[in-house]
């Protein structure tokens, strides 16, 4: 297997992910989270990216940035035992589980603005997705909970600079 395999891989995820994009301008989520479910499993994807993980909590690693379309894709790297914090997103996202797995939890508005309440959990296998639209009320946390480093494909409707500031409302633990 060789890096252009892997770059064709990659570059074909991306291209579904722009079609996608512009199919649906409203709330792409879902379209972009199909392209996601052909594409992430693929073992060919991330070869030739360095993504390390580290100690202290996930890390992300930009694959793709299109900020004229205001748009990116990362790759998460997730330890066991590391977590997000609990947050509803800004803009819409669509994750696709690319090795390992992670365990999607929802919540729930609850009567404090600040304590969401739990109403669900779901593992999520490789080429698995999830997706959500931009709302304050579409709440989740992802968390790897098994014995072996995850990785997640996430694509966000957000330039990658703005990732850590206008990404996410996050809710106390």
């Known amino acids: 297997m060789n890096a252009i395999t892997a770059?064709?891989?990659l570059d074909a995820m991306l291209a579904g992910i722009s079609s996608a994009l512009l199919a649906e301008r409203d709330d792409p989520s879902a379209?972009?989270?199909?392209?996601l479910g052909?594409?992430?499993?693929?073992?060919m994807l991330l070869i030739g990216?360095?993504?390390?993980c580290r100690a202290e909590g996930y890390v992300r690693h930009?694959?793709?940035?299109?900020?004229?379309?205001?748009?990116?894709v990362a790759a998460l790297v997730w330890r066991p035992g590391q977590m997000s914090p609990i947050h509803a997103h800004k803009a819409w996202c669509a994750v696709g589980i690319h090795r390992g797995h992670l365990t999607e939890t929802f919540y729930a508005p609850g009567v404090d603005p600040d304590?969401?309440?739990q109403t669900a959990a779901v593992?999520?296998?490789?080429?698995?997705?999830?997706?959500?639209?931009?709302?304050p009320d579409a709440i989740h946390r992802l968390a790897n909970l098994g014995n072996e480093t995850a990785v997640s494909i996430h694509a966000y409707g957000l330039p990658y600079a703005r990732f850590c500031t206008?990404?996410?409302?996050?809710f106390p633990a």
């Open 115 to 117: 304590r969401p309440v």
């Open 123 to 135: 593992l999520r296998r490789p080429g698995d997705t999830s997706h959500g639209p931009a709302r």
């Open 166 to 170: 206008d990404l996410n409302r996050v």
């Open 38 to 43: 052909v594409h992430a499993a693929d073992p």
């Open 49 to 52: 990216h360095d993504c390390p």
């Open 7 to 9: 770059r064709r891989s």
């Open 31 to 35: 379209a972009v989270a199909a392209v």
């Open 62 to 72: 930009l694959l793709h940035e299109d900020a004229s379309q205001g748009w990116a």
